[in-house]
């Protein structure tokens, strides 16, 4: 299914859709002509290395950290992880693994970390819109759905996995410098947990995965630079009931409220979770603000939900959005993976998938490079690293960066775009709803096609100007069309010159 207007469009509206198609491939073939790809310095004389020096180093043992070294371990390869605490931090954070995403764990042969995970699958999307009132817009997510859980559960599944390769040795402390000769990273050094001196630590390779606030993988972000425009509150609801319609497989996702953007869904057999996205600076009293605000402005049958738990938590847990194309790095020795390396909104819980299948092509690529010494042959596998995700990556990030404005700016222009996919997605046979198409797809992760993924966006813009026609003066209408592609426009620019082709 794609968004598109009626047969019926005015002259006027077709020569704006047609402008704004145009300005939308400009900025495209704009961020094309920007994107530089870096030469692989000459390295003179080469590193060298000992038998008794890990194959690998990987700084970070989060989701992706975790991951990559747990694959590495299972194919003989030996690696260290240095990981701050392997401990269960139960912090907020992503906790939504696409239908793709899902899928990617399988083709890594290491889907039996889920046995451990306590979670729960969530099959379909309903949009609520608090200004349009009546039946919410059912999605339903491509197989096998996905899979939402406690990221603490997840990590903790992954580290366990990591603990069993024999191959691989954990080390529990904080990667502090980068090892580096003749400008090529060959190790680490780093602060055991409880230790004051310093150890270092060689390996032709080193992997940084830092995570969502980084300190080693800050000198690779040339280009590109983290950018924080809202947070996410991560609220476990006290006694809430769901809505019509509602339960435990389906994620409620509320909009058109003036302050902020609501998603609830049942995180595991007993715990229900609400994400609320806020635009602007995080609040220093955040139990203050979920009573004060997000109660306030949540639906009816929400309020009392939001005060139970802010009066029942010593503090409410959030974390800060980030946003960050990736950056092309040419530095021999050194890999930057996760959101140290690529970062988008969390609206649509497609950031482990995004980082999984990351994990996947250099597990490939590394399988085919015998001596991680060869840094022309791990260069040459960079620059087709960064071609071969445009089109995944691109429908994930696009689609997130996308979603978030449209879902949670609170402008006149947007919330008649906004309107216009809720009221597209309404309209949606129900004995249709279940059949695969291009936006169960999109928000499954498992379409890569950008241009369906322009049309689709193109069709939100598209049939917006089409319902202004028809239900506005002539007038009014041709001005309030220029309102909305001039905010679309403004739109594209900010999500298509860092996103294009990254």
């Keep these: 299914m794609t968004m598109t207007p009626s047969v019926n469009t005015t002259t006027v509206a077709g020569v704006i859709g047609i402008v704004s198609v145009m300005t939308l491939l400009k900025y495209i073939m704009t961020s094309r002509?920007?994107?530089?790809?870096?030469?692989?310095?000459?390295?003179?004389?080469?590193?060298?290395?000992?038998?008794?020096?890990?194959?690998?180093i990987v700084i970070g043992g989060g989701f992706t950290g975790a991951t990559f070294a747990a694959r590495c371990g299972m194919d003989g390869r030996k690696v260290v992880m240095i990981e701050k605490n392997m401990g269960i931090d139960d912090t907020f954070r992503g906790e939504g693994l696409?239908?793709?995403?899902?899928?990617?764990?399988?083709?890594?042969?290491?889907?039996?970390?889920?046995?451990?995970?306590?979670?729960?699958?969530?099959?379909?999307?309903?949009?609520?819109d608090m200004r349009l009132g009546g039946k919410p817009a059912i999605v339903t997510l491509p197989e096998p759905g996905m899979l939402v859980m406690r990221h603490s559960s997840f990590v903790s599944a992954l580290r366990n996995k990591v603990l069993s390769q024999q191959s691989v040795t954990v080390i529990e402390g904080v990667?502090?410098?980068?090892?580096?000769?003749?400008?090529?990273?060959?190790?680490?050094?780093?602060?055991r947990k409880g230790q004051d001196n310093l150890e270092e630590m060689r390996a032709p390779l080193v992997v940084v995965s830092d995570g969502h606030y980084p300190h080693l993988s800050n000198e690779f972000q040339t280009t590109y630079k983290p950018v924080s425009e809202s947070f996410v509150l991560g609220i476990l609801l006290k006694d809430h009931e769901f809505g019509e319609g509602g339960g435990k497989h389906r994620a409620d996702m509320i909009v058109g409220t003036s302050h902020a953007q609501y998603t609830v869904y049942y995180l595991n057999k007993h715990d229900i979770r609400s994400m609320v996205v806020v635009n602007g600076p995080t609040p220093s009293d955040l139990n203050k603000f979920v009573e004060e605000k997000v109660a306030a402005l949540a639906p009816d049958h929400m309020?009392?939900?939001?005060?139970?738990?802010?009066?029942?938590?010593?503090?409410v847990q959030s974390v800060r959005t980030k946003s960050m194309a990736a950056n092309v790095d040419s530095t021999p020795g050194v890999l930057v993976l996760g959101?140290?390396?690529?970062?988008?909104?969390?609206?649509?819980?497609?950031?482990?998938?995004?980082?999984?299948?990351?994990?996947?092509?250099?597990?490939?690529?590394?399988?085919?490079?015998?001596?991680?010494?060869?840094?022309?042959?791990?260069?040459?596998?960079?620059?087709?690293?960064?071609?071969?995700?445009?089109?995944?990556?691109?429908?994930l990030n696009v689609m997130a960066e996308f979603s978030?404005?449209?879902?949670?700016?609170?402008?006149?222009?947007?919330?008649?775009?906004?309107?216009?996919?809720?009221k597209s997605l309404r309209s949606v046979p129900?004995?249709?709803?279940?059949?695969?198409?291009?936006?169960?797809?999109?928000?499954?992760?498992t379409l890569t096609d950008p241009e369906v993924v322009k049309n689709i966006l193109d069709g939100t813009l598209q049939g917006t100007i089409q319902e202004i026609y028809d239900t506005q003066p002539y007038l009014y209408a041709v001005w309030e069309a220029m309102k909305v592609r001039r905010k679309w426009n403004a739109m594209m620019k900010e999500i298509m010159e860092p996103y294009a082709l990254n």
């Excluded at 920007?34 to 060298?48: A, G, Q, Y």
């Excluded at 129900?430 to 992760?445: A, C, M, Q």
């Design 98 to 128: 696409l239908p793709a995403g899902v899928n990617t764990l399988e083709t890594l042969g290491m889907k039996d970390v889920l046995d451990d995970v306590d979670g729960n699958i969530i099959t379909e999307y309903a949009f609520h």
């Design 339 to 395: 959101d140290a390396f690529n970062n988008r909104h969390p609206i649509t819980a497609c950031g482990m998938t995004v980082a999984l299948k990351d994990v996947c092509y250099w597990w490939n690529a590394l399988s085919n490079v015998k001596d991680l010494t060869d840094d022309k042959a791990i260069y040459e596998q960079k620059l087709h690293f960064h071609k071969e995700r445009l089109d995944w990556a691109y429908a």
């Design 430 to 445: 129900e004995e249709e709803r279940s059949k695969p198409n291009d936006v169960s797809g999109l928000f499954g992760g």
């Design 175 to 191: 990667g502090k410098e980068l090892l580096k000769e003749n400008g090529r990273v060959v190790g680490v050094k780093y602060r």
């Design 33 to 56: 002509r920007r994107i530089h790809v870096p030469t692989l310095p000459k390295i003179d004389p080469p590193p060298k290395f000992s038998d008794t020096d890990a194959d690998i």
């Design 404 to 422: 978030s404005r449209l879902f949670s700016l609170n402008d006149e222009s947007v919330i008649k775009m906004q309107q216009f996919m809720i």
């Design 303 to 315: 309020k009392e939900s939001y005060l139970r738990s802010a009066k029942s938590v010593s503090r």
